[in-house]
């Protein structure tokens, strides 16, 4: 059975920055997409990154581009999200997807696999 753990969540001041790390459990594959998601609250879940198996593609919402930065180790089933100059309005609780089916996340239609969510609040 899969599993994906995601850490590193926690509280900060507006304009530090946090490393939130997903990690892969379970039956081994390859060639996967997976992406990170957040959910705020009284708010729908929003996309926020997603990077394709080699890494070579990376996305990301308006709202985090030139700030975040997603990553991911293969070799050790890792997924990360860098997250610099945080902002009060990226309080939420992110989640770590995976999509098993296919290369990349699609933001609209991501997989079937979830994290339990880690929280990340930002002071102004």
């Known amino acids: 059975q899969v599993q994906l753990a995601e850490s590193g969540g926690g509280l900060v001041q507006a304009g530090g920055s946090l490393r939130l790390s997903c990690a892969v459990s379970?039956?081994?594959?390859?060639?996967?997409?997976m992406g990170w998601f957040r959910q705020a609250p009284g708010k729908e879940r929003e996309f926020v990154a997603a990077?394709?198996?080699?890494?070579?593609?990376?996305y990301y919402a308006d709202s985090v581009k030139g700030r975040f930065t997603v990553s991911r180790d293969n070799a050790k089933a890792m997924l990360f999200l860098q997250m610099n100059s945080l902002k009060p309005e990226d309080t939420a609780v992110y989640y770590c997807?995976?999509?098993?089916?296919?290369?990349?996340?699609?933001?609209?239609?991501?997989?079937?696999?979830w994290g339990q969510g880690t929280q990340v609040t930002v002071s102004s």
């Open positions: 990077i394709s198996w080699s890494g070579a593609i990376r």
């Open positions: 379970g039956r081994t594959f390859s060639n996967y997409g």
């Open positions: 997807n995976a999509d098993f089916s296919r290369s990349m996340v699609v933001p609209a239609a991501p997989g079937n696999y």
